[in-house]
């Protein structure tokens, strides 16, 4: 199984400032037929299901604020909030779509400092 | 628009059964995986299986191989999952989420469903 870890555990930002998620995966997630990695980013606030924020490590889902991105580097990868709003606290967890069984991260909780 | 709906919330005794179901409507049901995930409370995500609503295949996650069984009736564009020998510690809410049966294309689970609280108590 591909084991994912995010970092840290949970992370307090002020408002307008930049939030960083990291997330590694213990084996390659790219698909070399088309050159993705797949890597999702779910943002969860409480009482809600999990919503898709980013796909492929770096495309983000229709209607997501472009506040929020995410990038890559080998099996590394990172969910970048540039500038904190209230409305963005949450939990925000990873999880690769490369192979079954599909993995997530333990989660990261944003908090506003 | 797009969606799947659960059903309620369930409360069972330890060592019972139980099934949830997700009825998908909007899209083409068979064009999708329907994958189940479970969160207990306060605690992160984990992925149960999934079906391929096509051909009806499914994986397992090694934890649940045995216990659990997933299902679909393309007819009523439904997926059910059925957890047995249930424990405490399987106290959690399940969601169900669909996924591209195409890879190339697939942007992971785009919809989920609301969630169904399974609470296993004596």
């Known amino acids: 199984d591909i084991v994912m870890t995010q970092s840290p555990d949970s992370l307090a930002v002020s408002l307008g400032e930049r939030a960083t998620i990291n997330c590694k995966s213990s084996?390659?997630?790219?698909?070399?037929?088309?050159?993705?990695?797949?890597l999702t980013w779910y943002q969860q606030k409480p009482g809600q299901p999990p919503k898709l924020l980013i796909y492929w490590a770096s495309t983000r889902e229709s209607g997501v604020p472009d506040r929020f991105s995410g990038s890559a580097s080998g099996t590394d990868f990172t969910l970048t909030i540039s500038s904190l709003q209230a409305e963005d606290v949450a939990d925000y967890y990873c999880q690769q779509d490369y192979s079954a069984p599909r993995t997530f991260g333990q989660g990261t909780k944003v908090e506003i400092k | 628009q797009v969606q799947l709906v659960q059903s309620g919330a369930e409360v069972k005794m330890p060592g019972a059964s139980v099934k949830v179901s997700c009825k998908a409507s909007g899209y083409t049901f068979t064009d999708y995986y329907i994958h189940w995930v479970r969160q207990a409370p306060g605690q992160g995500l984990e992925w149960m299986g999934r079906?391929?609503?096509?051909?009806?295949?499914?994986d397992y996650a090694q934890k649940f191989q045995g216990r659990v069984t997933v299902t679909r009736d393309t007819s009523i564009s439904t997926s059910y999952v059925e957890l047995r020998r249930l424990r405490s510690d399987d106290t959690a809410v399940y969601y169900c989420a669909r996924d591209l049966l195409n890879f190339q294309s697939s942007k992971s689970m785009d919809v989920w469903g609301q969630g169904t609280t399974v609470t296993v108590s004596s």
């Open positions: 084996q390659s997630v790219l698909y070399s037929s088309n050159n993705k990695n797949y």
């Open positions: 079906i391929n609503t096509y051909t009806g295949g499914t």
